[in-house]
């Protein structure tokens, strides 16, 4: 899995112009009945651009992706403005999680209970006025709707002008890595 991002050195812009912002993020175990985020409260005008989000299902006797995005922006507080169906729905696959080739969504490893999908938002770009905040559910299906923890980690990106708000803390490395997939 490659990508590339290329920039110039020099170029003037004016000083609200998005700059390109990424954040790795990881929860092992996420926390019951507690949404994942994605993206944490930005505080100023920009444009989520996507994820790349990684599963370790900790309970393999159950699905795991049964989870809403949730897209709360420009003033949101109970209700978000985009509300998804569940995890895979999100990456534009249902009835479960397949390994797929496609350029702007889809799951590029399902295996031993590890997935790694991903959604760019490139040709269905979400941009906001004043903030933005994006979670994911942890719920599961095992003999109906189930609260579940599993670990969860996800790279980010986005578009605002200047850091609007703070961010968590980076992962330490033994964090980061811990129990990571291997073939």
């Known amino acids: 899995f490659f990508y590339q991002i290329d920039y110039t050195i020099g170029d003037k812009h004016p000083a609200d112009v998005g700059r390109l912002h990424v954040l790795f993020r990881r ?9 994942f985020e994605l993206l944490p409260l ?31 922006m420009d003033g949101d ?3 978000p403005t985009i509300c998804g169906t569940g995890s895979e729905d999100y990456v534009g696959l249902s009835w479960g999680i397949q390994q797929t080739p496609y ?12 997935i790694t999908m991903h959604r760019w938002h490139l040709p269905d770009p ?7 905040r994006i979670t994911i559910q942890q719920i599961a299906w095992k003999n109906g709707l189930a609260e579940t923890q599993d670990d969860w980690s996800c790279a980010t990106f986005w578009y ?12 330490d490395e033994k964090a980061r890595t811990a129990n990571i997939w291997t073939k």
């Not at 930005?42 to 897209?71: C, M, T, Y």
Request: one cysteine or more; a neutral charge.
């Open 160 to 171: 605002e002008p200047t850091p609007s708000a703070p961010l968590p803390k980076m992962p």
């Open 27 to 35: 929860e092992n175990p996420t926390t019951l009945k507690k949404d």
């Open 42 to 72: 930005r505080k100023a005008k920009g444009r989520f651009i996507g994820s790349l989000i990684e599963i370790h299902n900790l309970h393999p006797d159950q699905w795991w992706g049964e989870g809403e995005i949730k897209v709360y």
């Open 103 to 114: 350029l702007y969504n889809g799951c590029s490893l399902n295996d031993k209970n590890f």
């Open 126 to 132: 979400i941009a906001w006025q004043k903030e933005c």
């Open 77 to 79: 507080t109970d209700f």
